[in-house]
């Protein structure tokens, strides 16, 4: 069983950046891959972004070139740091983990999920 928790998100405004973490409890979080998802009120949740075990990243189009998720296996975290944030960025973001440890933008391929965290950018 993995445990996952979101912290960092917040109110900023239009431009301004933000740092989400998702600490995992687990040992084997290393084999993992980590995705973001985010869900804005009334709408379906959607993929952000995703690292494999080896760093490499994917990412939705809406957020390429202004996210960066990235992972620390020593802490068991990943992180994703959003850059030049939009009021279209509002929502709750999910961290989730994959134990396949494959790369994917697919909801239904995670196994685990935090409680998300709320972002709000205002313009």
């Known amino acids: 069983q993995v445990q996952l928790v979101e912290s960092g998100g917040g109110l900023v405004q239009a431009g301004g950046s933000l740092r989400l973490s998702c600490a995992a409890s687990g040992r084997t979080f290393s084999s993992y891959a980590m995705g973001w998802f985010r869900q804005a009120p009334g709408k379906e949740r959607k993929f952000v972004a995703a690292?494999?075990?080896?760093?490499?990243?994917y990412y939705s189009d809406s957020v390429k070139g202004r996210f960066t998720i990235s992972r620390d296996n020593a802490k068991n975290t990943v992180y994703l740091q959003m850059n030049s944030l939009k009021p279209e960025d509002t929502a709750v973001y999910y961290c989730a983990a994959d134990s396949r440890g494959l790369i994917t933008g697919y909801r239904s391929e995670y196994d685990y999920w935090g409680q998300g965290t709320q972002v709000t950018v205002s313009s």
């Open positions: 690292i494999n075990w080896s760093g490499r990243t």
